[in-house]
């Protein structure tokens, strides 16, 4: 009988239950003592077999101590930490789930692969979190883990990105942006910078970085702006190519571009860190960015360091694409736990910037 407790011990330790769960355990052993002999036995091979090789490509974060009684317990299976915007998105995160308000936070970041993702969901159900805020690297591929999520009565909250499922049942609501809208500003915006430039009518060469293939911000942005282009038949797009969100494989793409084109008027860059990365293979290449250069950039987030770089001129305009989604998804997981119903889909407050405006001022007064 020693085995028992020592079992029960080893398997918290695991993380296979919390306290609370074996709270009623042993009130259950103390009045069944055969079923128990057999079940120590069990839970001592449980223990011992452990949680196998812990996937050391998935980052995770967990809170040291267990989940109080009347704890939140919230499951978020992030994208990765691709970009300053990602890094931003998360902090929210951690900022507003916290353990002083009540919450019990398990993080996972998925570093940019969605089976790292499916693992992290099948984790938290296995846990039965109260709550599974997922940000999806791609739209398609969830319906079957969201189906299990979906039996184990766990709601799920799909924040920023979007999921492609058959059944929109699979998760209860969305925050995030409205990233064809966001698009079709930047298509808008260029018709109009082009036109006070004279330049209404010239042919227009473009190439365009896009984010991760799949992912809602890519496929809006790049559908956004499309349904513009098709208004001005001057405008050419010589070619898309996704730099992954990151600034180091939109240099290497930038750099295929130059060496490719010989006359690129414009560069759409899906985010930010793509246009970091783009600029550097531009001045490389010896050619003028801006108004009066070769080439002009247009971007997408608005996240700080960009946004000194529109100061500059080197990128004429950013689109915002708000982070800070976590404050939204708490409202949603308090509304549930009211039992109050919940908009299918939220989208967050967005803006933009360009050259014409006193980005000093705007830059000191930004969170992000
Ligand atoms: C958009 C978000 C995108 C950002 C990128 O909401 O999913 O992913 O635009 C980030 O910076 O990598």
């Known amino acids: 009988m020693v085995l028992l407790p020592l079992s029960l011990l080893l ?36 223990a011992g077999c452990g949680r196998g090789t812990k996937d050391d490509t998935v980052q995770q974060q967990e809170s040291e101590s267990q989940p109080d009684e009347d704890d939140i317990v919230i499951g978020i299976s992030q994208v990765g930490s691709e970009s300053d915007w990602r890094m931003t998105n998360t902090k929210a995160y951690m ?29 938290f159900i296995l846990k039965d979190v109260d709550y599974i805020v997922l940000d999806p690297i791609v739209e398609t591929g969830w319906d079957t883990v ?45 018709a109009k910078y ?42 050419n797009m010589l070619e898309y190519q996704s730099g992954d969100f990151t600034q180091a494989k939109a240099y290497e793409v930038m750099e295929y571009f130059l060496e490719t084109y010989d006359d690129i008027d414009v560069v759409i860059s899906e985010n930010d860190n793509m246009a970091f990365g783009a600029i550097e293979a531009i001045k490389e290449a ?8 070769d080439i002009i950039i247009i971007s997408f987030d608005a996240m700080r360091d960009a946004l000194r770089l529109v100061q500059k001129g ?11 989604t976590a404050p939204l998804v708490e409202e949603i ?36």
Not at 157 to 172: G, M, P, Q
Not at 198 to 205: A, H, L, T, V
Not at 286 to 293: A, H, I, M, P, V
């Open 314 to 324: 080197e990128i004429v305009a950013d689109f915002e694409c708000n982070p800070i």
């Open 146 to 190: 969201l189906q299990e999520a979906k039996d184990a009565n766990i709601p799920v909250i799909i924040a920023d990105r979007n999921v492609l499922v058959e059944d929109e049942s699979l998760y209860t609501c969305r925050v995030g942006s409205d990233f064809l809208q966001e698009g079709r500003n930047a298509g808008e915006w260029l």
């Open 95 to 123: 900022d507003t789930f916290t353990e002083d308000k009540g919450y019990y936070l398990i993080f996972e970041d998925g570093q940019q692969k969605q089976e790292n993702q499916v693992k992290a969901l099948r984790k």
């Open 286 to 293: 010896g050619l003028k960015l801006g108004r009066n250069g």
């Open 194 to 235: 082009l036109e006070s430039r004279g330049r209404g009518n010239k042919d227009i060469q473009i190439v365009t970085l896009q984010g991760s293939l799949n992912s809602t911000a890519q496929i809006g942005r790049t559908t956004g702006f499309a349904q513009i282009m098709e208004q001005h038949s001057n405008w």
């Open 333 to 368: 997981v308090q509304k549930l736990e009211r039992g109050e119903a919940v908009e299918k889909v939220q989208y967050v407050e967005e803006t933009y910037f360009d050259y014409r405006m006193d980005m000093e001022a705007l830059i000191e007064k930004r969170e992000y």
């Open 11 to 46: 398997c918290i330790r695991q993380g296979y239950f919390y306290r609370r769960e074996v709270a009623g355990m042993i009130a259950w052993i103390k009045k069944h003592l055969f079923a128990s002999a057999f079940l120590c036995c069990f839970l001592f091979l449980l």
